[in-house]
């Protein structure tokens, strides 16, 4: 059975009053990454950008499933579960690691349907990889997201800082996240850093259980047979981002200097649509393109609790961050990617 490790009962202790807010590794040196949760549905992208910036052998993808061979053969792959906390020290210790970006996680679906697993990885998982940042002086990332939002939250836009309730464990799991990444900057002096992710649309991974997934799936469907069975209400504006975007936002808060930093938890925004809206444009590359409504009142519920649109002026202003991907573009992409390019041009 595995070692379950909660906060409070790690071996290392931190000295009163120390500080290392930069990380380990000079500014010149090439970081070594480590990637936990890394067969979801960035873990493969990001350690591809990651590899072309940093080196194959520096950027070391980990799950505890076993990898397709296209993913294995393209850089270092190790097993990791981060409810290991032994385990995970020897990774880091053993493979020199100096920047950890932490994507296990179950997302907002999956979760309320098994709520002591979430739990488990969302909460215990994330303490073990605090401490092992901690005690290694990594530089970590967490993803967070808009359901760290809630009912209570203003939601067009919604602001870096304001109330935060959700009613989701993977939301209360993300707002626990952002308050510890947080705890531990200002108490040991942990380089932690954090993005609240919109929805994010990808054509290469499947959904992984998350209530924006309609806005993947229904490129798939389109490529197919022309006709999607939306779970969501016509009229239910989310954030979206293009998977590009998302990655390169990634990369960017890591590579910026931490003195240029004003909070460790930003929003990061790009556009925000309905599923109608996305029809329509779906539409124009397929016509004779149908969609039909199905409501999950499970799924229904957590939309109506989400931001329509996210305030990211924080992160344009410190760090420059700008998104590329509008909404034709990303239909476009997601669409030439499944092929309906030749389908629209037969329907046509």
Known sequence: MLPFRFLGTC???MPAGVGFHSASFSEADVPRVLITGGLGQ???GLANLLRKRFGKDNVILSDIKKPPAQVFHSGPFVYADILD????????????ITWLLHYSALLSAVGEANV???????????????DVAAEHNLRLFVPSTIGAFGPTSPRNPTPDLCIQRPRTIYGVSKVHAELMGEYYYYRYGLDFRCLRYPGIISADSQPGGGTTDYAVQIFHAAAKDGKFECNLKASSRLPMMYID????????????????LSVRTYNIH???????????EVCRHV?????TYSVDPLRQAIADSWPMSLDDSNARKDWGWKHDVDLPELVTRMLNFHGSNTRAARAG
């Open 287 to 291: 016509p004779g393109f149908r969609i």
């Open 85 to 96: 906390y032994k385990h995970l020290r020897e990774i880091v210790v053993n493979n020199r």
């Open 245 to 260: 975007d998302c990655l390169r936002a990634t990369l960017e808060v890591m590579e910026a200097p931490a003195a240029a």
């Open 116 to 130: 002591s697993l979430a739990r488990d990885v969302n909460i215990t998982g994330l303490h073990n990889i605090l």
């Open 270 to 280: 790009a556009v925000s649509f309905t599923p109608e809206e996305l029809a329509q």
């Open 42 to 44: 960035l873990g493969v």
């Open 11 to 13: 071996p290392w202790q």
